[in-house]
């Protein structure tokens, strides 16, 4: 059974080629227009998306052929494309014009192939790229999901039996890291900037509050405020104040963003009595909170789980396992669905 997967949701468009569960390749273009404007503007992620996407999954087929053991030309990438079984695509939720761009390309392969079209929904794929390669969960599972615009705790029974259990009531955990960048004049993104100079910083410097939310919900609007109202302050008093103190303000606020999230991780095991715990989604390739997952982890005995780096932002490898478990279950789309900019699982 191969599959043929395209992400398209956000600002990266890829390709993926799943064969009876094995990824054969994953191929990923990022968007570098949106630098300049300090986020992603939907316009032109969507006319990246067109520009992109027919050499991305010429390359992903490439990669599969050469994985299946096949001589590279024209001839074997159309050898692997004509084996394809079905084509999955990302459904919902994402940037509209970008969905669009990967559910009309799917569609219409999948007419000229005459194979079935699986759509996919991107947060339930974050939780599945954990069953991409060993070592992998078993269920039921706790899942951490978070993203720029996504804050999860996900309930695993099986791989298409998943519920939300706790969720931001606000902002999600990626934009609390990118808009606190942004107050300290990085460049977008500015998450990863954040990660890379706190690890030569002081996460007990600064104190950043901590909001109390009911069960396992979250809230990051009142930390990005006090995170607002504590610059303002401070550099009033010295506008030098950022750049004398830059590392251990970024590690002081990554410090309270993961105490947050894993926080919540903790009374979610608890509740559930679940000790096999993953995460999953684009900040789940911050090193701290890696670190301090795999810390608590092992801490209270739990069984940890963090997808290969290239699993954690957006990518097509994780809608080809998330259509593959469909694929077994014979659940496919019709040619008349259309992609959505939210959906629930």
Avoid at 188 to 216: C, H, S, V, W
Avoid at 260 to 289: E, F, H, M, W, Y
């Amino acid at each position: 059974m191969t599959i043929l997967a395209i992400e398209s949701s956000c600002d990266e468009t890829s390709a993926a080629v799943i064969r009876d569960g094995d990824i054969l390749s994953n191929f990923i273009a990022n968007q570098t227009v949106h630098e300049q404007y300090g986020g992603v503007v939907p316009e032109l992620a969507s006319r990246a998306h067109m520009q992109n996407i027919v050499p991305v999954v010429h390359a992903a087929l490439q990669k599969a052929a050469v994985q299946a053991g096949e001589y590279v030309n024209d001839a074997s990438v159309n050898t692997m494309l004509q084996s394809v079984n079905a084509v999955a695509f990302t459904q919902a939720p994402g940037l509209i014009g970008s969905l669009l761009v990967g559910a009309q390309f799917a569609k219409s392969l999948a007419l000229a192939l005459n194979v079935p079209l699986i759509g996919v929904h991107h947060m339930q794929a974050h939780v599945l790229a954990n069953l991409i390669e060993d070592p992998r969960p078993e269920f039921p599972f706790l899942c951490l999901t978070v993203s720029g615009g996504h804050t999860q705790i996900v309930l695993c029974e099986s791989p298409l039996s998943l519920k939300v259990i706790g969720e931001t009531m606000d902002d999600a955990a990626g934009e609390a890291f990118d808009k606190s960048a942004k107050l300290l004049g990085l460049p977008y993104p500015g998450g990863p900037l954040i990660d890379k100079y706190a690890k030569t910083g002081d996460p007990n410097r600064f104190k950043f509050p901590e909001p109390q939310m009911p069960a396992l919900n979250f809230s990051f609007s009142g930390l990005k405020t006090a995170i607002l109202y504590f610059l303002q302050e401070h550099t009033a008093a010295n506008p030098k104040f950022v750049e004398e103190n830059l590392a251990d303000i970024c590690a002081s606020i990554q410090h309270r963003i993961v105490s947050i999230l894993l926080n919540k991780v903790k009374a979610a095991a608890r509740t559930t009595g679940i000790d096999q715990i993953c995460i999953a989604g684009g900040v789940s390739a911050n090193s701290g909170l890696r670190q301090a997952f795999t810390e608590m982890g092992q801490k209270y005995k739990w069984q940890t789980f963090i997808p290969a780096f290239q699993y954690c932002t957006d990518n097509a490898a994780m809608i080809a396992i998330t259509a593959y478990y469909k694929f077994l279950e014979n659940d496919f789309a019709d040619l008349g669905t259309g992609p959505t900019a939210r959906a629930e699982f």
